[in-house]
């Protein structure tokens, strides 16, 4: 695509720090509500009828929650859809529960939002992320999914078949005892940046980068892609340095001006938005519009289950109950 042919595109996901408002992006759960989920000691959103992910083994809930409080999805999607592409649902009842009932929560939450990717598909983003103990640690061995404390570039997910998901979701379990801040940029402020100040560079983003093989196919897309009316942004520089590399085709000097002049833009204070999550706090966002990353942490503590935890899931075809596909959703490959 020549730089001719593209335009800014503006508009509420072209958001930067200084023009976001906590209202944009924040939803609190009202305290009746959570306070009622707590004394049906349900600790869940769970559908009627629908049983837990197959790899939790604990009882099932004795009674089923509360309904959603009234509007809270139709707020969400908004704010999803025709807002800055992401959110923080706040309030959520986690107190008491186990990590695996946590997992749970998210997963149940997910559902009322599109299809979850199950957590035995290839790839799986629904995990519990729990802060890595330090080497020759005796419980070491036993924490799954465990992260490093080092900072995280913003990037996009890349997912497994049949590619990246649409929606990320984040729940947070626990905080790191300093650090751990999540930080957000707008794909659609990056390309603006770009096309102001870097427009030559826009027209190799829009063509086929190599992001990583997977068992059996290969992730080969832009950055930004217009598909249905919209641009999707899909970004991982570590990915991309790394995909090129097994696959023997090394970036030209032309691919990397287009990366740097990218992350030249990730760099600016003014472009990221930092959020230190509460537990409870449930981030969601859209994937395809919105780049995550995360500030380093420091945990002091020796045990696991105060170190700092976070599920994340990942989320297809997203849908709201009685009104079909999202406005403006289309999963990439479908």
Known sequence: MSTARVAALGGPRAWTRDTLREDDWLL????????????????????????????LTEAPHPAEPPEFPAGLLARLAEQLTRGPGFAVVRG????????????????????????????????QGHALLTSRLPAGHPAADAVRGGVDDRDLALHTDRGGPPGPPRLLGLLCVRQAA?????????????????????????????????FGRG???????????????????????????????????????????????????LADPG?????????????????????????????????????????????????LPGTGRLPGYQVPGK
Not at 28 to 53: E, F, H, I, N, S
Not at 178 to 206: K, N, Q, W
Not at 293 to 314: I, Q
């Open 271 to 319: 472009t990221v938005l930092s959020i230190r999550l509460r537990p409870g706090d449930f981030l969601l966002l859209d994937n395809t519009a919105v780049l995550h990353g995360r500030t380093a942490f420091t945990d002091t503590s020796g045990d696991p289950l105060r170190r700092r935890c976070l599920v994340r899931v990942w989320v297809d075809r997203p849908t």
């Open 92 to 123: 959520g009842p986690l107190t008491g529960l186990s990590d695996a009932r946590c997992l749970d929560l998210a997963h149940r939450f997910a559902a009322r939002l599109g299809t979850p990717r199950p957590p035995d598909a290839p790839e």
């Open 178 to 210: 300093h650090g751990g801040a999540s930080l957000l940029a707008g794909g659609a402020t990056v390309h603006d940046r770009l096309l102001a100040r870097h427009p030559a560079v826009l027209g190799r983003l829009y063509r086929d980068f190599r």
């Open 215 to 265: 068992d059996g196919f290969d992730r080969v897309h832009p950055v930004f892609e217009r598909s249905a009316g919209e641009v999707l942004t899909r970004y991982n520089r570590y990915w991309i340095e790394r995909g090129h590399r097994e696959a023997g085709e090394s970036l030209s000097a032309g691919d990397r001006t287009a990366l740097d002049a990218f992350d030249e833009i």
């Open 28 to 55: 609190t759960l009202p305290a009746a509500w959570t306070d009622g989920v707590r004394a049906d000691r349900a600790g869940g959103l769970r559908p009627a009828g629908q049983p837990p992910p197959p790899h």
